[in-house]
DNA sequence: ATTACTAGGTTCCGAGTAA
DNA sequence: TTTACTCGGAACCTAGTAA
């Protein structure tokens, strides 16, 4: 079948939910894309001998469903795009225990006040830390927003700047923080979340835990 | 951006997963495709002019990654069809008490050999009643391929044939049956595993499972 | 109403080739 | 070697219209 038509099969597939039968006609599928009713006929006409779709005329209009080849079809494309995406949208870290300082910079009334507005929760004082593989987070931080939050200075010292990515761990909200000038090598990230993570998810030193 | 020329960029996509930059040239590219380097060359213009991509022209040949844009497009794509068939391919059930005859319709020879012939495990002594919406079943079987296990009759009786759909119980392996002469309506199923599923899922009556 | 055929105009592709 | 332009021909789309 012709490669180029996938965004008629797509909508096919939307309205019909990839299993019900629908009762439309030509016109109304033309209108919809912006195509003309003869171009819609002639393509349905092609999808039906290449065997993607069901199609019943009749003196209303036409009766469409998406054939098994059809879902098929769909069904590549979709696994094609889930590799891409599944690959790129999380990763594995394991559980470290922290020097404490977390908890200090956590608790500045600094960053907290950033982190309620910018991130949309109030974090927990204290951060986990988590041992990663480097490659792996730039890509998947290659495609993520960067949140920045700005350094202050206090009476008693200056703060400096973080870039905050938002993410999800084991389906707590939660994000990633990376200090502009960090103490860490990139091999371990620093996550704050609104609550204690390692007692929300039952977390222990050198659990693995999927970031997404 | 042009919807027709989605298969290059999805080629585009796969080569660099999304987020490396491809060192590659039109002619090979063109060769993958099965198009000429003329039109490869023509839609890398037009894909870059679109912001789908990024590219860099060399003495030898181009240089290619996808633009954030180009990520945005393919994952409103792959959003689409996530919704199309995540929907279909799980549905929820209650689990209910059986009657306790499953146990003695799997316990029959002639049965226990079709199963673990066809399904490649050797079941339960048992079954699991679980109670569904008989539309969510429709729509979610209408895509399974069906496995027939055949009646049978011993020196006391007769057996009928089955109708079996493997699937996914909380990822542990299992299958519904449906016997062709049923004697719940279609709202219970009864589902078979390799397990005691009850045991192995710590599964109570009316607690819910995700069939996929 | 519909679907879909024919005819004509537009777009698109690829061979040749310049840079 | 490359990329990418020109241009002739193929493919495709839409208006008109038959069934």
Known sequence: MNQKDLYLLLYL??????QQSLQTS???IALDLGVSQQTVSRKLVDF????MID?????????ISISPDGRKHLFSLY?????MFV????????????LGEGKFYMGQEGY???FAEQLGFVPFMGTLNVAVDPAAVEQFLATKEVIYVEGFVTAERSFGGLRCYKVCVHGVEAALIVPDRTMHKNDTLEIIAPTYLRETLGLKDDTEVIIE
Chains 1, 2 share one sequence.
């Open 13 to 18: 597939a939307q309205k019909t939910q990839l």
């Open 26 to 28: 030509t016109g109304k």
């Open 79 to 83: 696994g094609d795009l889930h590799g």
């Open 112 to 114: 907290r006040k950033q």
């Open 48 to 51: 039906s001998a290449a065997g």
């Open 55 to 63: 199609r019943i005329v009749t003196p209303t209009g036409v009766e």
């Open 87 to 98: 690959g790129a949208m999380q990763f594995k870290g394991i559980v470290k225990a922290g």
